[in-house]
């Protein structure tokens, strides 16, 4: 406990407004249902109206450091919800799991940008939608990546380290380390150099 307070005082974080969010988080831990399943490693940083579901079968893993904008929601219906260490959250975000939604560490997330690891079925023309089932497939989101306002990433698409999603883009295919993409649908723009001593413990590479 000492040592934390000390880290705390060290990076000028014993203040109020650090205080309302460590009291935001020991309420969502303690208080709600979900608090008591998420799995963390050290402090995460939540902002207000926030909505955080987790089914039965779903998990949540928190790394530390996370921070989670006003509005954004997440929801382990029944899958994995990864979020890596120290990375940032906008408003009003969406992740939806039946599967897997893994984003990686020190990722950049503007607000309302959207994550979801599964479609609706379309095939039958005579049959309601809602009743066609779903298709699942795992999302990955490598480390140091920056995705702009309201970027989509769908069903089955990785995102490589290092790489940068343009504004209102729709990603609906694998994005390979270091690129640029933008657009609906997202195409790689440009390469961006690679890192020459920087690197991941779990490195996402399309």
Not at 25 to 46: I, K
Not at 153 to 180: E, F, K, Y
Request: glycine share 10%; net charge positive.
């Amino acid at each position: 406990m000492l040592r934390a307070l000390r880290f705390f005082a060290r990076n000028g974080m014993l203040t109020p407004p650090y205080a309302r969010l460590a009291w935001r988080f020991a309420w969502r831990r303690v208080l709600t249902a979900a608090g008591r399943r998420w799995e963390t490693d050290g402090p995460v940083f939540f902002g207000r109206r926030l909505q955080i579901q987790i089914g039965r079968s779903g998990r949540l893993r928190l790394g530390r450091f996370v921070w989670i904008g006003d509005g954004s929601k997440i929801r382990c219906h029944e899958g994995t919800v990864e979020i890596g260490p120290k990375t940032v959250i906008g408003q009003e975000c969406t992740i939806s799991a039946y599967q897997r939604v893994r984003i990686g560490e020190q990722c950049v997330i503007a607000d309302r940008a959207m994550f979801i690891d599964f479609d609706h079925g379309v095939v039958e023309v005579d049959r309601p939608i809602r009743l066609q089932g779903i298709y699942k497939r795992d999302v990955e989101v490598g480390s140091n990546v920056w995705i702009g306002y309201g970027a989509c990433i769908l069903r089955g698409v990785r995102v490589g380290d290092n790489s940068i999603v343009g504004t209102n883009a729709v990603v609906t295919r694998d994005v390979p380390a270091n690129a640029v993409v933008a657009g609906v649908p997202a195409k790689v723009i440009r390469m961006r150099d690679a890192p020459q001593t920087m690197s991941w413990p779990e490195p996402v590479e399309p």
